[in-house]
């Protein structure tokens, strides 16, 4: 199989049309049907069911386009990868980030990233759940990391690369700071703080409802400071992940009765000409074994 019968297969499930699957891949209607057959000869079935008005991809076409197009990309990814390493050259890459998520987690990825491209250009994006897919339907950011999204539609790629816990976040002088296992009843009649723009507040909050605890009247804090300052003064508890502002005022205590898990997910606009920068961050994020990392 070669990436020329891929990239041609891959066209002609976009036009469904031989004539303008050619014109697009700049090659002869006979030549692009020739590597057709020769790829269908090699999988041994029909991808394109040929019709007069309207043809369609097969059973077996439908189940081969995804990997085809997998495959393919991956094939870019690395002949970039291969060129950006002789080359420096420039590489704006623009990411939108879950205020909640720390970035560090990636630092391994990006650093890679960094040797490849040294001239990358990285635009990072503080976003709220709401905003999130937004910013990737206007193309203010490639790719976006973040947890689950409000929002879902047909061109929005995902792909779950790690999950995390949450915990509860004290005060160490808060009488909850001396026990390991918080259970979930003695929240009741706690004053929450919660980080705007997290995409797990309602989830959070709906959770605690469902055992008698109220958090609908919580602190709304935006910047990372300001929620750090309110926890170290102890004027309020919160449940948040790893990534939340630790100091050695502050504890984290797991809470019997209460699982709270957030799957970090990568997120990208399907069928959307990715930057060769944007394709290798994708495709070692989502290559990295994510179960040997530490919260």
Known sequence: MEMQQVRYFITLAKTLNFTRAAEECNVSQPSLTRAIRLLE????????RRERR???LTDLGLRMLPLM???YEAALAAKTLATAIKKNQIAPLSIAVSPTINISLFMPQLNELSRAYPGVQLKIKRSGADEMGQILKDGEAEIAIA??????WERLDQWPIREEPFDLIVNRDHPLAKK???PVAELKGERFLRRTGCEMSSVVTHALAAHGVHADDAHEVESEQDFQALLEANFGVAIGPPAT???DKLMRRMIDGLAIKRNITLYGIAGRKRSPAAATLLN???ATDWSRTIN
């Open 180 to 182: 390991d296992h918080v």
């Open 54 to 56: 309207q043809s369609h």
């Open 284 to 286: 070692l994020l989502r």
């Open 245 to 247: 502002p630790s100091s």
């Open 41 to 48: 000869a090699e999988l041994g079935g029909e991808l394109l």
């Open 147 to 152: 947890g689950p999204l409000p929002e879902t």
């Open 69 to 71: 197009q997998q495959c």
